[in-house]
């Protein structure tokens, strides 16, 4: 049964970090191109970061030099690091997975097959 199951999240001053976690069961992250979204309410889905299983990256620029993702291939885990939180940071935070790479460019949500429960992430000025 395929799961991704995530942890981490939280609250947070403005100017802090926190670090999202998520395993994945059934299937191998670093066979899949693995993302992170976001969404708040009333607000589309937004893609903050990308990793294809060859370990090429791509980040919003909302996010860049702040977020990294990164995955733990014996653990079969998906990491986002999060520093410099912002309070527009503040959103629920998804994991997501998908058989096709990214070309250079983020993947449309339909793309990806699995979805991670969520997580809310709360900045505060």
């Known amino acids: 049964q395929v799961r991704l199951v995530q942890s981490g999240g939280g609250s947070v001053q403005a100017g802090g970090s926190l670090h999202l976690s998520c395993a994945a069961s059934g299937f191998t992250v670093s066979n899949f191109c693995m993302a992170w979204f976001r969404q708040d309410p009333g607000n589309e889905r937004e893609e903050v970061a990308i990793?294809?299983?060859?370990?090429?990256?791509l980040y919003a620029d909302s996010v860049k030099e702040r977020f990294t993702i990164s995955r733990a291939n014996a653990e079969n885990i998906l990491y986002l690091h999060m520093n410099n939180l912002k309070p527009e940071d503040t959103a629920m935070y998804y994991c997501?997975?998908?058989?096709?790479?990214?070309?250079?460019?983020?993947?449309?949500?339909?793309?990806?097959?699995?979805w991670g429960q969520g997580t809310q992430v709360t900045v505060s000025s």
């Open positions: 997501a997975a998908t058989p096709f790479q990214h070309g250079g460019r983020f993947l449309n949500a339909p793309a990806f097959t699995y």
């Open positions: 990793i294809n299983s060859d370990g090429s990256t």
